[in-house]
């Protein structure tokens, strides 16, 4: 097993040194000899921080546990285990007619990190996350039992479970309800905006009349010119393919270059050439892969941050203050020197996610990428960290390679009821550098009263 199949996508965390099949680690937790904080589900490692590593413990390769058990073409419904892609998801089930509900910026995640991670898509606004579809799950701890969990029955693992980052046991296979689409293909419109005051103007509305929309920010203008951007609203065709293609690999990072490609001169041409590009497209039909996965056609393209990684931001902020918080970001990356290569905003809606803890609240969330350049990169990252939680908003964890505990407490402040139900022989990085560390000072705090 290579080490770099078993990092972070970000590649700004050490790989995982120890690593079971997940055959082992069910023999293990059946054996009810497995021992504390020593596992940690890991799927496909496209989580961009250390959510999915374990550095004082092992990770477990869920990737062979990947059969679709059972489809119903009428409901919707799917069975899969854990370590299916959604990639494979969508191919089972687009000939009948039914998609996703809600999908991440990548089909190359697996089911299991999917749900772990509560993800969210373009479309949060009417369909909420990934768990507000998951039916129920088969759950294993280290009691050595197989629990069955569902919104009626052992409803607090099932709560904890969506959204818990792989902490309450191992999920071995789940039923999600799919959504039937008229076809695979989008009908795809793009409105250029001059500046963030016109994006919100035009967020509500577009969401009201669209089922995914997304917003592309230029986050290196300056002047006039700040805060520009593209509009992205898309709806399924009417008329259009029902054949699920897989990812062409064509384009393909074959090696890691000794730098950062993506530098502050070509991120300058690369978003002028693309807002010129795009805003000139009358509305079309494209496929989904295009609209909803669009960097999976170039395979390992985080090689192109160089040897040190990237790190990803995530925050989302209440809607009152969006006006002035998402500038307030912005402002301090370009103070910084730091360009983004993908700087993403949308709006989240009201829909509550059947989690305990999830990152999507309503209001808007700001994404940006940044190359590691080690002190000065953290710097800034903390700062924006300050601006979120200052706030009132949140840092998405499972993307997040470096936040400090206080950061995490401010985001989830009800991350003890996720602890109470943590299975004890599960552990990852994340939590080892964040809520473990909020415990151990909770109980100093508590001795010396």
């Known amino acids: 097993m290579g080490q770099e199949r078993f990092q972070s996508f970000g590649l700004a965390t050490p790989p995982a040194l120890n690593v079971i099949p997940a055959d082992d680690a069910v023999a293990l937790l059946k054996s009810g000899k497995a021992t504390r904080n020593a596992l940690l589900a890991y799927g496909n490692g496209r989580s961009y921080g250390d959510s999915c590593q374990n550095g004082a413990g092992t990770i477990v390769d869920m990737r062979p546990l990947n059969r679709i058990r059972a489809f119903n073409a009428e409901t919707g419904v799917i069975e899969a285990e854990a370590g299916v892609l959604l990639s494979d998801i969508i191919a089972h089930a687009a000939p009948y007619g039914f998609f996703p509900a809600v999908v991440p910026g990548t089909q190359f995640v697996t089911l ?159 978003n002028a050439a693309y807002r010129w590009k795009k805003s000139r497209s ?48 912005l402002a301090a990356a370009k103070r910084a020197g730091q360009g983004s290569f993908l700087t993403v905003l949308k709006r989240f809606g009201g829909v509550r996610s059947p989690a305990l803890l999830s990152f999507p609240r309503s209001g808007f969330t700001l994404t940006l990428d940044f190359p590691n350049r080690g002190r000065a990169t953290l710097a800034l990252l903390k700062e924006l960290d300050q601006l979120t939680v200052e706030a009132g908003g949140a840092v998405n964890p499972y993307k997040d390679a470096r936040m400090g505990d206080d950061v995490f407490a401010a985001s989830f402040p009800e991350w003890q009821r996720l602890e109470a139900i943590r299975d004890p022989a599960f552990m990852s990085s994340f939590w080892a550098r964040t809520a473990k560390k909020l415990e151990a000072r909770h109980g100093t705090a508590e001795a010396a009263e």
């Open 112 to 270: 299991g990190g999917a749900i772990a991670n509560d993800v969210h898509g373009k479309n949060h606004h009417r369909r909420g996350t990934f768990g507000c579809h998951v039916e129920s799950f088969t759950l294993l701890r280290s009691d050595g039992q197989a629990h069955y969990c569902s919104a009626t029955e052992n409803e607090r693992q099932f709560a904890a479970t969506i959204g818990g980052m792989g902490l309450t046991g191992l999920i071995l296979s789940a039923s999600i309800r799919l959504m039937r689409v008229s076809s695979l293909d989008i009908i795809e419109k793009v409105t250029p905006f001059r500046d963030l005051g016109e994006f919100f103007e035009l967020a509500e509305a577009a969401d009201q009349a669209n089922e995914y929309v997304v917003a592309w920010i230029d986050q290196l203008a300056g002047g006039h010119s700040r805060g520009r951007g593209l509009l992205f609203t898309g709806n399924h065709a009417e008329h259009g393919s029902h054949v699920a293609l897989r990812a062409s690999g064509n384009l393909s990072v074959p090696f890691q270059p000794p730098f950062n490609v993506l530098n502050r001169p070509f991120l300058t041409v690369f």
């Open 282 to 329: 009358a509305p079309r039909q494209v496929g989904y892969q295009g609209f909803f996965f669009p960097l999976d056609g170039v395979g390992n393209w985080n090689r192109l941050y160089g040897p040190n990684g990237l790190f990803q931001h995530q925050s989302v902020m209440p809607q009152d203050v969006a006006r002035r918080v998402v500038p307030a970001l």
